[in-house]
């Protein structure tokens, strides 16, 4: 049970943790905290909680925590962490069908997951799975609770991520998978979610302190940390190598990453939407 969207997780949790840190953690802990009971006593999903980074963060706040995982290899990274938590249980299984009963959890989180909820076979624009997904948020929340999704804008695809102008045409075809966020909005709203909000970090990048690496692209692991590189042919990626390698040769790459997170600055790379039971 492993394939799953267009991203090799298997292979690339072996560096997941390498590449990516958890953003917004103080959105997603307010976020919780609106809700009737105190955090200490709550119980949260975190569905498709990869290796676990978010509830590493959150679980010294939150009462009790899920993580629910459809790959091995994720999965794995996220239980070596959490050997010593009574208060964290990881499970393998689908977001499209949660292996939860009704009106358990007080909050559920989807960090970066959403734009994996999109069938090859789907060419509408109506995002079916998300809705699905939705659907099986709001039969296991508590009256009250909240979910919270955190997924980009087209905006902030396009100019949250500094190497997202050199390959252009992958950034084309993962924005497609990106539901807009009115879509999202709208679909919430449609299952019978009542609107919440929405909230962007822009103090903070997905990559860490290694997010303006000037060869960063250059290093395999470093690309595997947003999976938008790997929906590149081979001649685009060679195409954007030759040119991170001649920016670097001739010492423009510094110029170039200020006029990029000059962008990025302004509208961030992650947008986080909330919307309650009602
Ligand atoms: C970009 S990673 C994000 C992981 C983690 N939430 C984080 O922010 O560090 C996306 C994760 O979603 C998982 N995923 C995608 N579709 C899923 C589904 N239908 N059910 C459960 N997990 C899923 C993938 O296996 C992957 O681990």
């Not at 060419?123 to 955190?150: C, H, T, W």
Request: aromatic letters at 10%; charged letters at 20%.
């Amino acid at each position: 049970m492993n394939k799953l969207g267009f991203e090799n997780y298997q292979e690339t949790s072996k560096s997941y943790d390498t590449t990516r840190v958890p953003i917004g953690t103080e959105i997603l802990l307010g976020c919780f905290a609106s809700t009737p009971r105190p955090l200490s006593e709550q119980i949260v999903l975190d569905g498709g909680c990869g290796t676990g980074n978010y509830i590493e963060v959150l679980k010294s706040k939150v009462g009790t925590i899920y993580g629910l995982e459809f790959n091995e290899g994720m999965l794995r990274q996220g239980q070596q962490k959490f050997t010593r938590d009574a208060n964290i249980h990881l499970t393998q299984g689908n977001l499209l069908n949660l292996p939860y009963e009704k009106n358990y959890f007080d909050g559920m989180m989807s960090n970066q997951v959403i734009h994996h909820l999109v069938s090859e076979e789907d060419n509408s624009d109506k995002f079916l799975l998300l809705a699905q997904m939705m659907q099986e948020a709001y039969r296991v929340l508590r009256p009250q609770g909240i979910l919270v999704l955190n997924s980009c804008s087209q905006k902030q695809l396009f100019d949250g991520f500094w190497w997202a102008d050199l390959i252009p045409q992958a950034m084309q075809r993962v924005a497609k998978r990106f539901p807009p966020l009115e879509t999202i909005t709208s679909l919430l709203a449609e299952i019978g979610f009542q609107e919440g909000g929405q909230i962007v970090p822009v103090d903070a990048v997905l990559q860490g302190n290694n997010y303006l690496e000037p060869e960063g692209p250059l290093n395999k692991a470093y690309r595997d940390g947003d999976s938008t590189w790997s929906l590149a042919t081979e001649a685009e990626l060679e195409q954007a190598l030759e040119r991170v390698r001649n920016m670097n040769a001739d010492g423009s790459i510094k110029q170039y990453l200020e006029k990029r997170e000059n962008l990025r600055r302004h509208i961030g790379q992650t947008t986080f939407i909330y919307a309650y039971k009602g």
